[in-house]
C-alpha cells in the first residue's frame, strides 16, 4: 500500500528531491539523506530584488 501523502505532495517532494540533487552544494550527499532535506523544504516564489535573507538573520524556513 504507498503512502497516505496529500494529493500532490509526493509529485512536489519528488520535484525539490531532483532539484536539490542537481544543485553542487549536495554533491557527494547520498540519496538518502537529500531525500530527507527534500522532505523538510518548500517551495518559495520571490519577486524580483526581493530580498530573501540578511546576514545574521535567523532561518525561519527551508
Known amino acids: 500500500m504507498p503512502p497516505t501523502e496529500p494529493e500532490g505532495m509526493l509529485m512536489i517532494t519528488n520535484g525539490v528531491e531532483t532539484q536539490l540533487a542537481k544543485h553542487p552544494f549536495l554533491a557527494g550527499v547520498g540519496p ?9 523544504a518548500s517551495t518559495r516564489r520571490f519577486a524580483s530584488q526581493q530580498a530573501i ?3 545574521g538573520g535567523e532561518a525561519d524556513h527551508f
Do not use: D, P, T
Open 53 to 55: 535573507f540578511q546576514e
Open 32 to 40: 538518502e539523506h537529500q531525500a530527507l532535506l527534500a522532505g523538510c
